[in-house]
């Protein structure tokens, strides 16, 4: 039985003690925040387990990333708010072998059990650090985004801001005076030309170079929300490392987000993604998403040789229809198209599903993005020049 306002119940311990576990579960909860959740609870009441869950959720939560991990988080908490003492020790060999858990659970885990180490356990914990901290880099750099802990996803954060993308420079149809320039500018000759009577002082020029137009379109399916938070983060680097970015989110509708990710301050940007966009981790529609961006997109942002970075599984809810025409039009649209897919991370991957067998005769590069590792292999993908598949 829930405690009520009206009795003397230990409701603001209790939502003190629930917004401690979430921030150490990686929940950005501040002290405002747990002041107007105790109170929003009683404004609303405590008459059923779901309105608590509701008025927690609307107060704590920020994106919609968050959901799973609160959800988790409430329901064990709230069976008994003393939960965490008694589970203390159970969780100990469970947190140790992380590989065997749900991401999620993982994290709530760890939140759990912070500080609460025997003191033989810490002491070998820090010979392990100590032993072994050369390769923990190493990896880290290696890890799968959906495995990693609360620190490790911190780690990956930054790592993903410091990405840079040396995309290699197209040339303009414009020109540029430059006196050692190979080609003769004859506009410039003649005009000189008219001011001197006895020679003709040849003026040369060259082409202009500029950075090509990059677009991203990432998939944040439900099958792709592991990785969905990551990408964020990389589309929000790029975006703010150069010119000319154009981000895309796409489920089961088309999300332009380049406006968003703007911010400088990232978590600005993703809670203005987050309240932009309306279909998080639900279904996916690839090709009517992709035929959405070649209708209302495609000659806005391709022109003059751009580059797309395609974010997804292929994983197609209507199982691949009109998708063959949308990636060929694609195509032909820009210089080179990129297809990221965190399913390479399994050795026996094999493109069996229609919609990954109808996007791949399009693709140029056809790389892996599910660790820090992979999206640095993407960086040394995209600063070669790699050629044109057969038309």
């Not at 387990?49 to 409430?74: G, I, K, P, Y």
């Not at 082409?207 to 099958?223: E, F, K, Y």
């Not at 790389?367 to 999206?375: G, L, T, Y």
């Amino acid at each position: 039985m829930l405690p009520t306002p009206d009795t003397g119940g230990k409701l603001a311990e209790n939502l003190l003690s629930f917004a401690r576990l979430l921030r150490a579960s990686g929940l950005p909860i501040g002290t405002g925040s747990i002041l107007q959740a105790t109170e929003a609870v009683n404004l609303v009441g405590l008459e059923s387990r779901a309105d608590l869950h509701a008025c927690l959720s609307s107060v704590f939560l920020t994106r919609h990333e968050q959901q799973a991990l609160f959800d988790q988080a409430f329901s064990l908490f709230w069976q008994n708010p003393k939960i965490i003492e008694r589970m203390l020790g159970a969780m100990l060999p469970t947190v140790q072998t992380p590989q065997q858990q749900d991401p999620v659970s993982r994290r709530l885990s760890e939140a759990l059990n912070t500080g609460k180490q025997p003191p033989e356990e810490a002491e070998r914990s820090l010979e392990f650090d100590a032993r072994f901290t050369a390769s923990d880099q190493e990896v880290l750099q290696q890890k799968d985004f959906a495995q990693m802990s609360v620190e490790e996803i911190a780690a990956a954060k930054l790592a993903m801001q410091q990405l840079r993308l040396p995309l290699q420079e197209i040339k303009s149809r414009r020109f540029l005076v430059d006196g050692s320039g190979p080609v003769i500018d004859m506009r410039r000759t003649l005009r000189a030309a008219m001011r001197q009577s006895d020679t003709i002082p040849l003026q040369y020029k060259r082409q202009r170079t500029r950075n090509p137009a990059l677009v991203v379109l990432c998939d944040i399916s439900g099958s792709m929300s592991q990785y969905s938070r990551m990408f964020l983060h990389f589309m929000h680097a790029v975006t703010n490392d150069r010119d000319r970015v154009y981000s895309f989110v796409f489920g089961t509708r088309l999300s332009h987000i380049s406006r968003h990710l703007a911010h400088r301050d990232i978590d600005v940007a993703l809670q203005k993604t987050s309240e932009a966009v309306e279909d998080w981790s639900g279904g996916t529609r690839i090709g009517a998403c992709l035929g959405q961006f070649n209708r209302q997109w495609s000659r806005r942002v391709l022109s003059q040789g751009g580059i797309v970075l395609l974010i997804s599984d292929g994983l197609d809810r209507d199982e691949g229809l009109g998708l063959k025409q949308e990636m060929d039009r694609l195509s032909r649209s820009c210089r080179r198209l990129v297809w990221l897919n965190p399913l390479l991370r399994y050795e026996k991957f094999e493109p069996k599903a229609q919609g990954i067998q109808a996007m791949l005769p399009y693709v140029d590069d056809f790389v892996s993005a599910h660790s820090i590792k992979s999206f640095k292999e993407l960086v040394e993908v995209l600063s070669k020049d790699g050629e044109r598949r057969a038309a």
